[in-house]
């Protein structure tokens, strides 16, 4: 017996090859999406290392110098960004959160609008959303970390919304951010946010994501104009993960690591050494693209609103950065017990195939992106009650022209389908 021989005997490998490598994988382009966003936190794990090298989580004075020396951690980017190899780490590093957060973002989206988060799969929609946060949170500590002028005015939005929660937002935001911000304990405490407890919690729920759907198994999307029976049981039509699947993981992880280098090879990101160091001015500051509703969201709400509630004054501030979110967030969780609809344990659906949960999907997505455009209102010349009209007429135009056209569509495949009946 060789060695192969005498491993595969004593750890049983067989069994595992046929119980877990032979798993097939129904192929949809659109399934990549999740395998886009685990790919995409592989390349920030491993060019974070390297940052992790030759940054200096520190807000002190450079080489403990006095007089006009720069703090240690903005000093250290500006070291990593003048040195070619450092540079293009740095950028392939802020084009791959970017990149996660998008495929995060899609993934969710197809998932949705495939109704694929049905019974069984409410576990997975909900740890998914906390992914989601967790992405989103990952990111925002990472934000301070060149310690420049921009990024310490962005951090103290954050943190000034933390702190406008009724009730305990004071202690929680000045637990969160070690101390009132901006303080010389946030640098050190947002790097251990970043590079130890967002990995950590990141890898834990994404394996528990991954076991999860190994044992639910991935639902299968119908041949179009097919309604399978939610009673029938199912065969698998795809390609086992090894070697199949595995060989056209590899191949979409060297395009994306390719597609980043390219990126950043071409693109330059966050400019610390145009921001300069932190000062007491403050420019006009706009977070980055996936949280711009919510800026769009303070900025449709008078500065002045406010009320009493327990003994609380809940500000606009509160209003458009954390119960508008708050309510936004509920209803997408609570997504798979909203929708009552009869279906099958196996089977997604097309997205044409439910023109209720299509027109209410694109309603949302369009008042995320209407919420977005007002965060531009001011460079777009239109004014806030403009804004409160696209705001609330764009989502219901999306919705209802959606389930116009759908309907008909829907109406007219069930027409030309009755003669052959
Ligand atoms: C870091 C974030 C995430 C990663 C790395 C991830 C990864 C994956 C992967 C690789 C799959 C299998 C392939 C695919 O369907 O694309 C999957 C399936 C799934 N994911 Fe995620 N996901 C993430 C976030 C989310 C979010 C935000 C949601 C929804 C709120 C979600 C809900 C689901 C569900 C329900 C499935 C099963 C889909 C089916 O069986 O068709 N995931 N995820």
Do not use: C
């Amino acid at each position: 017996m060789g060695v192969s021989g005498w491993l595969a005997e004593r750890l049983a490998l067989p069994k595992f090859r046929s119980k877990y490598l032979g798993k097939p994988f129904p192929v949809h382009s659109t399934f990549f999406l999740g395998e886009i966003a685990l790919f995409s936190f592989v390349v920030l794990v491993g060019t974070g290392l390297y940052l992790a090298l030759f940054y200096e989580p520190s807000a002190a004075a450079a080489g403990g110098g006095g007089g006009g020396a720069l703090p240690a951690a903005y000093a250290s980017v500006l070291a990593i960004d003048s040195n070619p190899f450092g540079a293009l780490i740095r950028r392939i590093h802020h084009w791959a959160a970017h990149l996660m957060i998008a495929a995060v973002i899609l993934h969710l989206l197809r998932v949705y609008f495939t109704a694929s988060y049905r019974r069984p799969r409410e576990v997975n929609w909900l740890l998914g959303l906390v992914l989601l946060g967790a992405t989103i949170g990952a990111s925002f500590a990472g934000y301070l970390l060149p310690y420049d002028q921009f990024s310490v005015t962005a951090t103290a939005i954050g943190y000034g919304i933390l702190r406008s929660m009724p009730w305990v937002g004071a202690t929680v935001a000045d637990f969160a951010f070690a101390g009132q911000f901006p303080s010389a304990a946030t640098v050190p405490r947002f790097f251990a946010y970043h590079v130890v407890w967002a990995p950590l919690a990141l890898s834990a729920l994404i394996a528990l994501h991954m076991v999860i759907l190994l044992k639910q198994k991935h639902t299968e999307l119908p041949a179009r104009g097919e309604r399978p029976d939610p009673a029938e049981g199912r065969w698998i039509h795809g390609i086992p993960l090894w070697p199949e699947q595995a060989a056209l993981m590899g191949v979409l992880f060297l395009i994306l690591v390719a597609m980043l280098a390219l990126l950043a090879a071409f693109l330059p990101v966050h400019p610390s050494a145009y921001f300069g160091p932190p000062s007491p001015a403050t420019p006009d500051v706009k977070p980055d693209w996936y949280l711009l509703w919510v800026y769009g969201a303070l900025r449709l709400i008078p500065g002045t609103l406010h009320f009493r509630f327990l003994g609380a004054t809940i500000g606009s501030e509160a209003i458009g950065a954390m119960l508008v979110p708050g309510l936004l967030a509920l209803v997408i969780l609570l997504v798979p017990w909203l929708d009552r609809a009869p279906s099958s344990e196996y089977y997604a659906e097309r997205a044409a195939a439910g023109p209720r949960r299509l027109a209410l999907g694109l309603a949302v997505l369009t008042l995320f992106l209407a919420l977005s455009l007002a965060g531009f209102g001011a460079e777009l010349g239109l004014s806030v009650p403009v804004l409160w009209v696209i705001t609330v007429a764009a989502p219901i135009a999306a919705a209802w022209g959606t389930h116009l056209v759908v309907g008909r569509r829907r109406a007219e495949t069930v027409e030309m389908k009755a003669p052959g009946r």
